[in-house]
């Protein structure tokens, strides 16, 4: 049992020195030994579990994944507005991506890799896309996204809107921004999802959900 644990300490080295390495360098220029390095520990330990750099990123995908989808497990809840839902798991994505080096490095090496797909093969964007698609099916039903919208096109929508908001602030080094900005991309987003007499108080809530990241 203590060489397990030991083991599993390692493992959790490795894959948190990776996650800093991959966040800071990007996928093509981290190199294994700049991994050992930042893990501290050594090279066959690095290679007892993982046997390439590929698998060691998919494994970084799979943990930072994991911790994204336990953050907005609340928000899976059927008894909290899936509009809300949706608001808020953007600024999940947001504040992870800021405080988190392996939800941050999870969210780059998806594209990065190329196929957005961690080490049990799972294509994390299209898990995602069903998320989206089944809060904007409830918020329709609800009556907080107007009864004539297509759902998998508005899933689809905020999924991208998402993933535009990080995109652009990581390739514009601004990620202390995204908070904001995802404030920004609802505010004028809205009109054209909810009916007019609950624009204010969906523009409120967005408004009041960046309070909770941004001072």
């Given amino acids: 049992m203590a060489r397990q644990a030991r083991a599993e300490i390692t493992r959790d080295s490795v894959l948190a020195g990776a996650a800093d390495v991959f966040l800071r360098l990007g996928y093509a220029n981290a190199s294994l030994s700049e991994i050992i390095s930042q893990s501290n520990v050594t090279k066959g330990a690095l290679y007892f579990h993982f046997g ?26 059927s008894r909290v507005p ?7 798991i953007t600024y999940v994505v947001a504040d992870l991506t800021m405080n ?11 594209y990065q890799i190329g196929d957005y797909r961690g080490a049990n093969g ?25 009864e004539d919208l297509d759902a998998d ?13 990080h995109i652009t602030a990581v390739g514009t ?33 967005a408004a009041r959900r960046l309070r ?3 001072p």
């Avoid at 899936?82 to 808020?88: D, H, N, Q, S, V």
């Fill in 173 to 205: 080094e601004t990620v202390d921004q995204m908070a904001a900005r995802m404030e920004r991309a609802w505010y004028f987003l809205l009109p054209s999802l909810v009916p007019p007499e609950k624009l204010g108080y969906f523009r409120e809530f």
């Fill in 82 to 88: 899936a509009l809300e839902a949706c608001i808020g």
């Fill in 100 to 110: 988190d080096p392996m939800v941050g490095a999870m969210l780059k090496l998806t």
């Fill in 153 to 165: 096109v508005i899933g689809m929508l905020l999924q991208e809107m998402t993933a535009g908001v």
């Fill in 52 to 77: 390439s750099k590929e698998e060691l990123a998919r494994a970084v995908v799979d943990q930072g994944n994991e911790r994204m989808i336990s953050e907005c497990r609340g928000f899976f809840d």
């Fill in 212 to 214: 909770r990241y941004v």
């Fill in 122 to 146: 799972n294509n994390i964007a299209a898990a995602w896309s069903k998320t989206y698609n089944g809060l904007a099916e409830r918020a329709i039903a609800q009556g907080d996204l107007a």
